[in-house]
């Protein structure tokens, strides 16, 4: 398939290089692409299709479809002949297979389609097929390159080509942050891997319930709920604690496994402080929080939900609080005067971002 140099003239080894730069793009892409970045959704397709049955290997999966699709590429190529400045568009058929298969629904739970894709994809076959004979027809009045190396205008436009394909490939395909986010979380509690999974997308502002209920699970997991919940974009409140089989879902696990973990002696009393905190509920918050930490410092958040009940009500606070967080909460509370309305949210968020006070005011 490849041309050999020795035994061919300058114009084969031309080729030759076009041939190999292209080939060893696809390749690099392709594995790097379902590697790295795709490996998880396509393990959700494969868990959710089979009904549980089989599990999807990134790295064995990879290299099998990478290695599908290029010997595609190598059947288009033969069967097209397209050669010189159009050889790149012999892997088109792959690159759009590969789009296919990556445009992975986050939906794909709860009822599997192709959606547009078909119509899109005869379509753009077709329209590939009538792409073909015209460039056929073109090849051979292609001005001819003196330059035989690999350093050639020919091998360059190639790889130009492919480049534009690959950018095609990740705008069409599953590039949905949180989807990602959810899955890979999934994975790493599935392994017990807490502490990572708490790490996966932590400086991203996205976010949906089932990654909410993700990042608590996690949190109590590890006993890090209450100084580490608000340093994270929440959405669902109370609600999104607990999966409740609609926006609030696992795709992996079953979602037996959260709810029978939060009703556990231990997690408990963890999962009902978090949900009085993310429904804005700091009456119910105050009656249960010293019973949870009736002896010893509470954490972070807990501590500052405190100052903020005592704020509000206008009742005691409880002895032993902490004298820097009241001075944190007096400055928090002369910065909103010290902006217009439209404008107050995004300054506090920029100096307390993760704190209970700017969820409490300014996450709606």
Known sequence: ???LIGGHNRKDTLEFYTQVACAIAFCVFTFVYLYYYQGELLAVAQFVLSGGKTHYGNMVGAILITLTLYLLQCGVMYL???????HAFTYF???LILTVITDVSPNIDKHFSFGGWLIAFPLLLCAYVALVFWLKKIQPYEPEDHNRSIFARTVWINLMTMVAMFLLVGLFSNGNDVFHYRVRMEQLIAKGHYQKALKVGEKSLSTDPSLTMLRVHALVKTGRLGDRLFHYPLSGGGKALIPDGDETRMMLL???????FAATDSAKMEYRLAKCLLDRKLDDFADVIFKAYPDSVMPRHYAEAMILYNYQSGKPYA??????????FKEFCEMEKSYPPNTVANFIRRTYGNTYWCYYKYNK
Not at 80 to 86: D, F, G, P, S, Y
Not at 322 to 328: A, I, K, M, N, S
């Open 319 to 328: 002895e032993g609080h902490d004298p820097v967080l009241e001075t944190d």
């Open 80 to 86: 097209t002949q397209l050669r010189r400045r159009a």
């Open 93 to 95: 058929p792959s690159l």
């Open 254 to 260: 079953p979602d037996s496994a959260i709810i029978a």
């Open 1 to 3: 398939m490849l041309y």
